[in-house]
């Protein structure tokens, strides 16, 4: 499978479909982009004490959170480089789920699980129509037929 092919799948043939992923795509980024942008504006005072699960340290561990919640989230609104995006959003989220969360009950880690597998549905789905990544396929398919 090519690289193009990975980055800017086919489009779904129904527009029910690209509507369904484009919706999913706006309600969860921005309720991921909410968790990030709150980390965001407490970036100094939490830059110390947050977790620090992979041994990178808190700062780097928070910098690689906030880009995950934050820049990702915005592209996969936009549908954006959709596949390549949600690779650290899912990264993110199984960090939450299988380390950070990995001793305490469900219901605690529960949120993390949501969107790691809302995201991998996503991943495997494609942006659909309505998305940047499908204009981008089109212009490429019109200049590899050139």
């Known amino acids: 499978m090519s690289v193009k092919k990975i980055l800017f799948p086919p489009v779904p043939s129904?527009?029910?479909?690209?509507?369904?992923?484009?919706?999913?795509?706006?309600?969860?980024?921005?309720l991921f982009l909410s968790h990030g942008y709150a980390k965001l504006m407490s970036f100094e005072s939490l830059s110390?004490?947050?977790?620090?699960?992979l041994g990178l340290g808190s700062t780097l561990s928070l910098w690689l959170t906030v880009f995950a919640e934050v820049l990702c989230s915005f592209a996969l609104i936009l549908g954006i480089?959709?596949?390549l995006v949600l690779i650290p959003m899912i990264i993110t989220m199984a960090v939450a789920f299988f380390i950070v969360h990995g001793n305490d009950v469900f219901a605690i880690k529960e949120l993390s699980f949501i969107y790691m597998i809302v995201f991998i549905l996503?991943?495997?789905?494609?942006?659909?129509?309505?998305?940047?990544?499908?204009?981008?396929?089109k212009l490429i398919l019109k200049n590899s037929e050139s």
């Open 14 to 30: 129904s527009h029910l479909t690209s509507t369904l992923l484009l919706v999913t795509r706006i309600i969860f980024g921005l």
């Open 48 to 53: 110390d004490v947050y977790a620090d699960p």
């Open 81 to 83: 480089l959709q596949r």
């Open 122 to 137: 996503l991943y495997i789905a494609g942006p659909g129509h309505y998305s940047f990544d499908a204009i981008i396929r």
